[in-house]
Protein backbone atom coordinates (compact mmCIF):
# COMPACT_ATOMS: atom_id res chain seq x y z
CA UNK A 1 0.00 0.00 0.00
CA UNK A 2 1.34 3.39 -0.92
CA UNK A 3 2.13 5.63 1.69
CA UNK A 4 0.33 9.01 1.83
CA UNK A 5 1.53 12.46 0.91
CA UNK A 6 2.01 14.44 3.47
CA UNK A 7 -0.85 16.90 1.57
CA UNK A 8 -3.25 13.82 1.81
CA UNK A 9 -2.16 13.45 5.87
CA UNK A 10 -3.01 17.41 5.97
CA UNK A 11 -6.71 17.34 4.54
CA UNK A 12 -7.32 14.24 6.43
CA UNK A 13 -6.50 16.16 9.85
CA UNK A 14 -8.39 19.00 8.25
CA UNK A 15 -11.41 17.28 8.32
CA UNK A 16 -11.01 14.56 11.59
CA UNK A 17 -10.98 18.46 13.27
CA UNK A 18 -14.19 19.51 11.79
CA UNK A 19 -15.79 16.09 12.16
CA UNK A 20 -14.58 16.45 16.37
CA UNK A 21 -16.23 19.89 16.17
CA UNK A 22 -19.75 19.34 14.71
CA UNK A 23 -19.95 15.85 16.88
CA UNK A 24 -18.96 18.28 20.07
CA UNK A 25 -21.43 20.89 19.07
CA UNK A 26 -24.06 18.84 17.90
CA UNK A 27 -23.82 17.23 21.45
CA UNK A 28 -23.67 20.66 23.09
CA UNK A 29 -26.67 21.69 21.08
CA UNK A 30 -29.01 18.79 22.84
CA UNK A 31 -27.95 18.97 25.86
CA UNK A 32 -28.76 22.79 25.76
CA UNK A 33 -31.96 21.85 24.47
CA UNK A 34 -33.11 18.91 26.52
CA UNK A 35 -32.28 21.54 29.89
CA UNK A 36 -34.33 23.63 28.20
CA UNK A 37 -37.33 21.85 27.32
CA UNK A 38 -37.26 20.40 30.56
CA UNK A 39 -36.99 23.91 32.13
CA UNK A 40 -39.97 24.68 30.12
CA UNK A 41 -42.48 22.03 31.00
CA UNK A 42 -41.34 22.36 34.47
CA UNK A 43 -41.32 25.80 34.85
CA UNK A 44 -38.26 25.86 37.81
CA UNK A 45 -41.32 26.32 40.07
CA UNK A 46 -42.68 23.61 41.56
CA UNK A 47 -40.59 22.16 44.66
CA UNK A 48 -41.60 18.82 45.87
CA UNK A 49 -40.65 19.00 49.64
CA UNK A 50 -42.75 21.73 51.89
CA UNK A 51 -41.84 25.26 51.59
CA UNK A 52 -43.34 28.62 51.25
CA UNK A 53 -44.15 30.14 47.96
CA UNK A 54 -43.61 33.08 47.02
CA UNK A 55 -45.27 35.00 44.01
CA UNK A 56 -44.60 38.85 42.58
CA UNK A 57 -47.14 41.17 41.53
CA UNK A 58 -44.95 43.42 39.55
CA UNK A 59 -45.63 46.26 36.93
CA UNK A 60 -48.82 47.33 35.35
CA UNK A 61 -51.48 44.95 36.43
CA UNK A 62 -54.06 43.45 33.72
CA UNK A 63 -56.16 40.01 33.40
CA UNK A 64 -53.16 38.18 33.68
CA UNK A 65 -53.96 33.97 33.00
CA UNK A 66 -50.89 32.51 32.83
CA UNK A 67 -50.48 34.25 36.89
CA UNK A 68 -53.81 33.61 37.12
CA UNK A 69 -52.57 29.78 36.14
CA UNK A 70 -49.94 30.26 38.82
CA UNK A 71 -52.00 31.42 41.50
CA UNK A 72 -54.12 28.17 41.23
CA UNK A 73 -51.08 26.13 40.94
CA UNK A 74 -50.44 27.76 44.33
CA UNK A 75 -53.57 26.95 46.13
CA UNK A 76 -54.01 23.24 44.93
CA UNK A 77 -49.77 22.18 45.52
CA UNK A 78 -50.18 19.81 48.60
CA UNK A 79 -46.18 20.85 49.01
CA UNK A 80 -46.86 24.83 49.82
CA UNK A 81 -47.54 25.52 53.30
CA UNK A 82 -47.95 29.25 53.23
CA UNK A 83 -47.52 31.93 50.71
CA UNK A 84 -46.03 35.70 50.64
CA UNK A 85 -47.15 37.67 47.52
CA UNK A 86 -44.95 40.35 46.36
CA UNK A 87 -46.69 43.14 45.22
CA UNK A 88 -44.61 46.09 43.57
CA UNK A 89 -46.94 47.75 41.32
CA UNK A 90 -48.72 51.34 39.91
CA UNK A 91 -51.34 49.44 39.52
CA UNK A 92 -53.87 48.78 36.30
CA UNK A 93 -56.51 47.55 35.31
CA UNK A 94 -59.35 47.10 37.79
CA UNK A 95 -60.78 43.99 35.93
CA UNK A 96 -57.31 42.60 36.36
CA UNK A 97 -56.93 43.65 39.91
CA UNK A 98 -60.28 41.98 40.74
CA UNK A 99 -59.51 38.61 39.27
CA UNK A 100 -56.10 38.51 41.07
CA UNK A 101 -57.64 39.38 44.01
CA UNK A 102 -60.27 36.52 44.11
CA UNK A 103 -57.35 33.86 43.25
CA UNK A 104 -55.25 35.10 46.39
CA UNK A 105 -58.70 35.20 48.40
CA UNK A 106 -59.37 31.17 47.68
CA UNK A 107 -55.60 30.23 48.49
CA UNK A 108 -55.86 32.44 51.60
CA UNK A 109 -58.77 30.06 52.58
CA UNK A 110 -56.42 26.87 52.66
CA UNK A 111 -53.21 28.65 53.58
CA UNK A 112 -51.61 31.64 55.40
CA UNK A 113 -50.97 34.28 52.65
CA UNK A 114 -48.72 37.23 53.50
CA UNK A 115 -48.76 40.14 51.24
CA UNK A 116 -44.85 42.00 51.39
CA UNK A 117 -44.64 45.42 49.61
CA UNK A 118 -41.61 46.80 47.82
CA UNK A 119 -41.18 50.18 46.29
CA UNK A 120 -45.23 50.85 45.52
CA UNK A 121 -48.37 49.00 46.12
CA UNK A 122 -50.91 51.51 44.84
CA UNK A 123 -54.19 51.21 43.21
CA UNK A 124 -54.88 47.62 42.07
CA UNK A 125 -51.35 47.19 43.40
CA UNK A 126 -53.01 47.61 46.96
CA UNK A 127 -56.45 46.03 45.88
CA UNK A 128 -54.20 42.60 45.77
CA UNK A 129 -52.38 43.50 48.73
CA UNK A 130 -55.62 43.71 50.72
CA UNK A 131 -56.31 40.05 49.80
CA UNK A 132 -53.82 38.74 51.96
CA UNK A 133 -54.22 38.54 55.38
CA UNK A 134 -51.29 40.58 56.87
CA UNK A 135 -49.95 43.30 54.97
CA UNK A 136 -45.97 44.16 55.91
CA UNK A 137 -44.44 47.26 54.05
CA UNK A 138 -41.36 49.08 54.07
CA UNK A 139 -41.00 52.36 55.99
CA UNK A 140 -40.52 54.20 52.69
CA UNK A 141 -42.71 51.92 50.67
CA UNK A 142 -45.99 54.46 48.82
CA UNK A 143 -48.79 53.01 49.60
CA UNK A 144 -52.75 53.53 48.57
CA UNK A 145 -54.30 55.76 45.78
CA UNK A 146 -57.68 53.83 46.25
CA UNK A 147 -59.81 54.88 43.73
CA UNK A 148 -61.19 54.68 39.84
CA UNK A 149 -60.13 56.42 36.57
CA UNK A 150 -60.52 56.68 33.00
CA UNK A 151 -58.95 58.92 30.91
CA UNK A 152 -60.54 60.12 27.77
CA UNK A 153 -58.25 61.23 24.73
CA UNK A 154 -59.97 64.24 22.82
CA UNK A 155 -58.19 64.70 19.27
CA UNK A 156 -60.82 66.56 18.04
CA UNK A 157 -58.44 69.85 17.82
CA UNK A 158 -55.97 67.76 15.92
CA UNK A 159 -58.35 66.56 13.13
CA UNK A 160 -59.25 69.86 12.88
CA UNK A 161 -55.70 71.29 11.84
CA UNK A 162 -55.41 68.22 9.63
CA UNK A 163 -58.59 69.19 8.15
CA UNK A 164 -60.62 65.19 9.01
CA UNK A 165 -63.87 64.52 10.09
CA UNK A 166 -65.73 61.75 11.19
CA UNK A 167 -69.95 60.85 10.20
CA UNK A 168 -71.81 58.55 12.68
CA UNK A 169 -74.82 56.71 12.40
CA UNK A 170 -75.61 54.59 15.35
CA UNK A 171 -78.99 53.61 16.95
CA UNK A 172 -78.67 56.01 20.05
CA UNK A 173 -76.93 58.92 21.42
CA UNK A 174 -74.82 57.23 23.84
CA UNK A 175 -73.59 54.20 21.77
CA UNK A 176 -69.90 53.98 21.43
CA UNK A 177 -69.73 57.08 23.97
CA UNK A 178 -67.64 58.94 24.78
CA UNK A 179 -65.32 59.08 21.49
CA UNK A 180 -61.65 60.83 20.80
CA UNK A 181 -63.78 62.39 17.72
CA UNK A 182 -65.92 64.51 19.50
CA UNK A 183 -66.11 66.88 22.48
CA UNK A 184 -67.62 64.82 25.43
CA UNK A 185 -71.00 65.80 26.44
CA UNK A 186 -72.55 66.60 29.89
CA UNK A 187 -74.78 63.30 29.63
CA UNK A 188 -71.83 60.85 28.70
CA UNK A 189 -69.63 62.55 31.81
CA UNK A 190 -72.32 61.73 33.69
CA UNK A 191 -73.03 57.98 32.26
CA UNK A 192 -69.15 57.24 32.95
CA UNK A 193 -69.17 59.26 36.41
CA UNK A 194 -72.37 56.09 37.17
CA UNK A 195 -69.81 53.78 36.28
CA UNK A 196 -66.69 55.08 37.83
CA UNK A 197 -68.49 56.03 41.13
CA UNK A 198 -70.11 52.54 41.23
CA UNK A 199 -66.86 50.92 40.75
CA UNK A 200 -65.38 53.35 43.09
CA UNK A 201 -67.81 52.24 45.93
CA UNK A 202 -66.99 48.23 45.15
CA UNK A 203 -63.37 49.27 45.93
CA UNK A 204 -63.98 51.28 48.98
CA UNK A 205 -66.66 48.15 50.24
CA UNK A 206 -63.31 45.76 49.80
CA UNK A 207 -61.12 47.44 51.78
CA UNK A 208 -63.71 48.16 54.29
CA UNK A 209 -64.09 44.94 54.39
CA UNK A 210 -60.35 43.44 54.43
CA UNK A 211 -58.80 45.81 56.55
CA UNK A 212 -59.83 46.78 60.66
CA UNK A 213 -61.34 50.11 59.48
CA UNK A 214 -65.16 50.99 59.41
CA UNK A 215 -66.07 52.64 56.03
CA UNK A 216 -66.49 56.44 56.75
CA UNK A 217 -62.43 56.01 57.90
CA UNK A 218 -61.81 54.45 54.60
CA UNK A 219 -63.76 57.00 52.97
CA UNK A 220 -61.28 59.56 54.49
CA UNK A 221 -58.61 57.55 53.07
CA UNK A 222 -59.89 57.03 49.47
CA UNK A 223 -59.41 60.27 48.05
CA UNK A 224 -56.61 59.42 45.52
CA UNK A 225 -54.21 59.80 48.38
CA UNK A 226 -50.56 57.31 48.44
CA UNK A 227 -48.73 57.09 51.83
CA UNK A 228 -45.68 56.02 53.00
CA UNK A 229 -45.66 52.54 54.40
CA UNK A 230 -44.74 54.18 57.95
CA UNK A 231 -48.23 56.84 57.27
CA UNK A 232 -50.03 53.57 55.75
CA UNK A 233 -49.22 51.30 59.01
CA UNK A 234 -50.64 54.38 61.32
CA UNK A 235 -54.35 54.81 59.54
CA UNK A 236 -54.26 51.01 59.44
CA UNK A 237 -53.46 50.01 55.64
CA UNK A 238 -50.96 47.72 56.57
CA UNK A 239 -50.42 45.72 59.26
CA UNK A 240 -46.51 45.85 59.81
CA UNK A 241 -43.17 47.33 58.54
CA UNK A 242 -40.20 45.28 57.22
CA UNK A 243 -39.87 42.75 54.28
CA UNK A 244 -39.35 39.48 53.64
CA UNK A 245 -38.21 38.46 56.93
CA UNK A 246 -40.90 40.05 58.48
CA UNK A 247 -43.62 38.46 56.47
CA UNK A 248 -41.99 35.14 56.84
CA UNK A 249 -42.02 35.89 60.40
CA UNK A 250 -45.80 36.70 60.53
CA UNK A 251 -46.09 33.27 58.99
CA UNK A 252 -43.93 31.31 61.08
CA UNK A 253 -46.79 33.14 64.29
CA UNK A 254 -49.37 31.32 62.26
CA UNK A 255 -47.58 28.01 62.86
CA UNK A 256 -45.60 27.11 59.60
CA UNK A 257 -42.20 26.04 60.65
CA UNK A 258 -39.38 28.53 60.34
CA UNK A 259 -37.14 25.76 58.50
CA UNK A 260 -39.21 26.41 55.67
CA UNK A 261 -37.71 28.01 52.71
CA UNK A 262 -38.80 30.59 50.66
CA UNK A 263 -39.18 29.40 47.01
CA UNK A 264 -40.31 31.85 44.32
CA UNK A 265 -42.96 30.16 41.71
CA UNK A 266 -41.82 32.20 38.15
CA UNK A 267 -43.61 31.61 35.05
CA UNK A 268 -42.71 29.18 32.47
CA UNK A 269 -39.74 30.48 30.64
CA UNK A 270 -40.62 30.99 26.82
CA UNK A 271 -37.28 30.89 25.59
CA UNK A 272 -38.05 27.12 23.37
CA UNK A 273 -40.09 29.72 21.09
CA UNK A 274 -39.14 33.05 21.69
CA UNK A 275 -35.41 32.69 21.74
CA UNK A 276 -34.10 35.04 19.59
CA UNK A 277 -36.93 37.93 20.30
CA UNK A 278 -35.84 37.80 23.78
CA UNK A 279 -32.17 38.16 22.87
CA UNK A 280 -32.83 41.09 20.75
CA UNK A 281 -34.87 42.79 23.30
CA UNK A 282 -32.09 42.05 26.14
CA UNK A 283 -29.60 43.82 23.45
CA UNK A 284 -31.89 46.50 22.89
CA UNK A 285 -32.20 47.44 26.43
CA UNK A 286 -28.59 47.18 26.63
CA UNK A 287 -28.52 49.83 23.83
CA UNK A 288 -30.44 52.27 25.65
CA UNK A 289 -28.82 51.96 28.80
CA UNK A 290 -31.21 50.05 30.31
CA UNK A 291 -31.17 46.82 32.54
CA UNK A 292 -34.32 44.96 31.88
CA UNK A 293 -36.54 44.76 30.02
CA UNK A 294 -39.39 45.81 31.59
CA UNK A 295 -38.00 48.85 31.61
CA UNK A 296 -37.46 48.90 27.92
CA UNK A 297 -40.99 48.42 27.41
CA UNK A 298 -42.09 51.40 29.83
CA UNK A 299 -39.72 53.91 28.48
CA UNK A 300 -41.24 52.99 25.38
CA UNK A 301 -44.39 54.01 26.59
CA UNK A 302 -46.26 50.68 25.74
CA UNK A 303 -47.52 49.12 28.66
CA UNK A 304 -50.16 51.78 29.17
CA UNK A 305 -51.44 51.28 25.79
CA UNK A 306 -53.18 47.90 26.38
CA UNK A 307 -54.88 49.29 29.55
CA UNK A 308 -58.78 49.02 27.80
CA UNK A 309 -61.96 49.73 30.19
CA UNK A 310 -62.00 51.20 34.39
CA UNK A 311 -58.32 51.40 35.67
CA UNK A 312 -57.04 51.73 39.09
CA UNK A 313 -53.99 53.11 38.41
CA UNK A 314 -51.26 55.65 40.64
CA UNK A 315 -49.31 57.54 37.61
CA UNK A 316 -47.46 60.61 38.52
CA UNK A 317 -45.86 62.88 35.76
CA UNK A 318 -42.79 60.66 35.66
CA UNK A 319 -40.80 63.80 34.38
CA UNK A 320 -41.26 65.31 37.74
CA UNK A 321 -40.53 62.62 39.90
CA UNK A 322 -41.55 62.67 43.78
CA UNK A 323 -40.72 65.61 45.55
Known sequence: MASLSADELIDRRRIRRKLTFWRVATILILIISLFVLVRWMLGDRVAATPHIAQIRIEGTITEDEKLLDRLEDIRRSK????????????GGTTAGGEAIY??????????????QVGTLAASAGYMIASA??????????????????????????????????????????LKA???????????????????????????????????????????????????????AAQAKLVDALGGEREAKQWLVEKGLDENLQVVEWKPRSDDVSLFMPEIASRWLARVLGLSTEEQLIRAL????????????????????GLD
Do not use: C
Not at 102 to 115: D, F, G, S, T
Not at 149 to 162: A, C, R, S
Not at 189 to 201: G, L
Not at 302 to 317: H, N, T
Open 79 to 90: AVRGVIVTVDSP
Open 102 to 115: EEIRLIAQEKPVVA
Open 132 to 173: ADHIVARQSSIVGSIGVLVQLPNLTGLMEKLGIGVEEVKSSP
Open 177 to 231: EPSPFNETTEEERAMMRAMIMDSYDWFVDLVTERRPLSREEVLTLADGSVFTGRQ
Open 301 to 320: GAERIFLDGLVSVWQPDASR
